[in-house]
């Protein structure tokens, strides 16, 4: 079983930057695949940004493209969101998960198997 702890959350002013953590319990957590998704008030829990195990292969939601970053750290288990120009569309509950893959990244929550609590975003105006 693979717990998920993510941390980094909080408010910040539209134009302002936040990076999310999350630090996994995984052994060999270079062997899993890892992603962010986040979900608004009243909507669908939706995907962000994903990341191949081996870091090599990366992608991201049309709405955050150019203005997030996935990155890992495998040594410390740890996955990092970094989130610039942030505007209030961006406010939502944002989790971390994982799925054991070597090669590839997944852009559904029904990829996943293991879930972080979440960390609330809030962007205000």
């Known amino acids: 079983q693979v717990q998920l702890v993510e941390s980094g959350g909080g408010l910040v002013q539209a134009g302002g930057s936040q990076t999310l953590s999350c630090v996994a319990s995984?052994?060999?957590?270079?062997?899993?695949?890892v992603g962010w998704f986040r979900q608004a008030p009243g909507k669908e829990r939706e995907f962000v940004a994903a990341?191949?195990?081996?870091?090599?292969?990366?992608y991201y939601a049309d709405s955050v493209r150019g203005r997030f970053t996935i990155s890992r750290d495998n040594a410390k288990n740890s996955v990092y969101l970094q989130m610039n120009s942030l505007n209030p569309g961006d406010t939502a509950v944002y989790y971390c998960?994982?799925?054991?893959?070597?090669?590839?990244?997944?852009?559904?929550?029904?990829?996943?198997?293991?879930w972080g609590q979440g960390t609330q975003v809030t962007v205000s105006s």
């Open positions: 995984a052994r060999a957590f270079g062997t899993y695949a």
């Open positions: 990341l191949s195990g081996s870091g090599d292969l990366k």
């Open positions: 998960a994982a799925r054991r893959s070597l090669i590839s990244y997944y852009t559904t929550v029904s990829d996943y198997d293991y």
